[in-house]
């Protein structure tokens, strides 16, 4: 399960590189805490991190780099891919996170975080459909 999850942040983690045009300084998967909190710190990437929230299609368009197959999945699949993107995001481009490593507790509680977020949104997506309905009777 390890080995899967590293390849699926790894695909994650080249897509949110590519969709902001970011360079990690090495090629070293493990960084020492200083350079990963320099790299978090700097401008591009707190830019970055902040567009993935202000931007609609952002976590969007780097789930379609990441999984292009995925893009015709139902809906609620497509939710819970986007939940997992969301959640690998915010652990590589927070600058309030020391490291780029997706370990299985930081993605645990992300997951928990981000599906509670998506849930609250899609429901008040439908209330507004409902709201707008009732208006137009």
């Not at 976590?59 to 986007?82: G, R, S, V």
């Amino acid at each position: 399960m390890k080995d899967v999850r590293g390849s699926n942040v790894s695909l994650v983690r080249n897509a949110i590189l590519r969709k902001f045009g970011l360079q990690l300084l090495t090629s070293s998967r493990r960084k020492n805490s200083r350079e990963i909190l320099d790299w978090k710190q700097s401008k591009e990437v707190k830019d970055s991190y902040n567009k993935l929230f202000t931007e609609v299609t952002a976590i969007e368009e780097i789930t379609n780099l990441a999984f292009p197959l995925q893009a015709k999945a139902d809906e609620e699949k497509f939710n819970d891919i986007y939940i997992y993107i969301a959640s690998v995001c915010d652990i590589i481009l927070n600058p309030n996170c020391p490291t780029l490593e997706v370990s299985k507790t930081a993605m645990e509680l992300r997951l928990k975080k981000f599906r509670v977020s998506i849930e609250f949104i899609l429901l008040f997506k439908k209330l507004n459909l409902l709201i707008k309905i009732k208006i137009r009777m």
